[in-house]
């Protein structure tokens, strides 16, 4: 299969990256350390689409196939890995699953607004004894002549602070919790709908992540997505999509770090030569860049697949595992060839360093990615 970008994806590459240098880069060190989500660039972003990447036209959206998608993503986190990250989860696990399980009304209601970015999207299904078990959800839908009341708390929500639309999952019938998990579509103005502080953390800090919180919000009928009961499929439809776009996340901070890493190589001198002339860091470097090819690889070939309308579980898995192992790698290498510049504030490699590890976290542990390889392999005839 051949993977070599055509003039459309490189197209992409040029347009998103050239934004991302402008617009984004001179703030990206300000917003990392003040914790600040950039509502002014958001507003640049919109006329370009970024949040309706692979919506369809017709709702607004862009309606770019999944490599292009996935290249967006990766031009974004280059520089910004938290925009990068507001980017993807609200188009792959905000608003991809209205789009594939929701009725016309639905998308034609909630859909337009979020591709606009007028409304940012955000997936809650962790909680405190839910993460990778996605059958401990103990929120509850509980129904009445109205339709739901939902009520529970939501933790590490990504864009939760800003979010406008959000997809909860919920047990609709407490005693039936591994088949009956539901899903919901709630908008911030829903009465006993609050959000919690945003969290503190080690990285993505221009990314609000926080607690939501539903104490009795009523919801009407139509705020279901799909059936009841089936919160599962879509969940993991869902995360099978996320996956694709964590992928190119991670491939992005790993991109940035290499850049940063052969730069500072062949600038700085030591014993009166530069850094890129001794063999071990030819062998960083090395190792950097084939590990940033092979994980490129398999995230074009995972997104060709969905392209394809092919199954892309297992192969958005191992994109996922395989370039958030690789952003890890690298950004540490990436430090160790700056020496003790790379644990400084001043050099970019420090942040890409914290912003690289939650990607082997969110959207499924790569403990997670390794059950579901293991489950495809298994599965298959021998």
């Known amino acids: 299969m051949d993977f070599n970008p055509c003039m459309k994806h490189q197209l992409i590459r040029k347009t998103v990256r050239e934004f991302a240098e402008s617009e984004i880069k001179p703030h990206v060190a300000h917003l990392d350390k003040a914790a600040q989500f950039p509502w002014d660039i958001v507003e640049k972003m919109k006329p370009l689409k970024f949040f309706g990447l692979q919506v369809p036209e017709h ?60 409304r940012i999207g955000a997936f809650c299904l962790t909680e405190a004894n839910a993460g990778s078990d ?11 002549a109205d339709g739901f009341v939902l009520n529970g708390t939501k933790i590490f929500v990504t864009n939760g602070g800003i979010c406008g639309t959000v997809l909860v999952f919920a047990v609709s019938e407490a005693d039936a919790a591994h088949s009956r998990a539901s899903v919901f579509i709630v908008e911030k103005d829903t009465p006993g709908f609050s959000v919690g502080e945003v969290e503190d953390l080690c990285g993505m800090r221009a990314n609000p992540v926080s607690s939501l919180f539903f104490e009795d919000c009523q919801l009407p009928r139509d705020h279901l997505l799909g059936r009841l009961g ?35 190589a062949k600038e700085r001198q030591q014993f009166n030569k530069p850094l890129a002339r001794f063999q071990t860091i030819q062998n960083y470097l090395a190792e950097m860049a084939t590990q940033i090819d092979a994980s490129r690889l398999l995230l074009y070939r995972a997104a060709a697949r969905k392209d394809s ?22 950004t540490d290498v990436a430090v160790q060839i700056h020496g003790g510049y790379g644990y400084s504030k001043e050099y970019d ?34």
């Open 59 to 118: 709702f607004g959206g862009a309606g770019l196939d999944t490599i292009s998608y996935a290249i967006a993503v990766e031009e974004l986190s280059r520089v910004s890995a938290a925009l990068g990250l507001c980017v993807t989860v609200h188009n792959s696990v905000g608003i991809y699953p209205i789009l594939a399980f929701g009725s016309p009304d639905q998308q034609e209601t909630f859909v337009p607004p979020m591709a606009r970015g007028d």
């Open 349 to 382: 490699v420090e942040r890409y360093f914290r912003d690289a590890k939650v990607t082997q976290i969110y959207e499924g542990t790569s403990e997670v990615q390794k059950m579901v390889i293991a489950r495809s392999i298994l599965s298959q005839p021998t």
């Open 309 to 330: 309308s092919k199954p892309f579980s297992a192969e958005a898995a191992m994109a996922k595992l395989h370039c958030s192992t690789t952003a890890k790698e690298v």
């Open 230 to 264: 089936e919160g599962l499929k879509i969940g993991l439809t869902a995360l099978d999509t996320g996956r694709i776009g964590i992928a190119a996340q991670a491939l992005g901070i790993a991109q940035a770090a290499y850049e940063s890493a052969v730069a500072y």
């Open 134 to 144: 996605a059958g401990g959800v103990e929120t509850s839908a509980v129904e009445n």
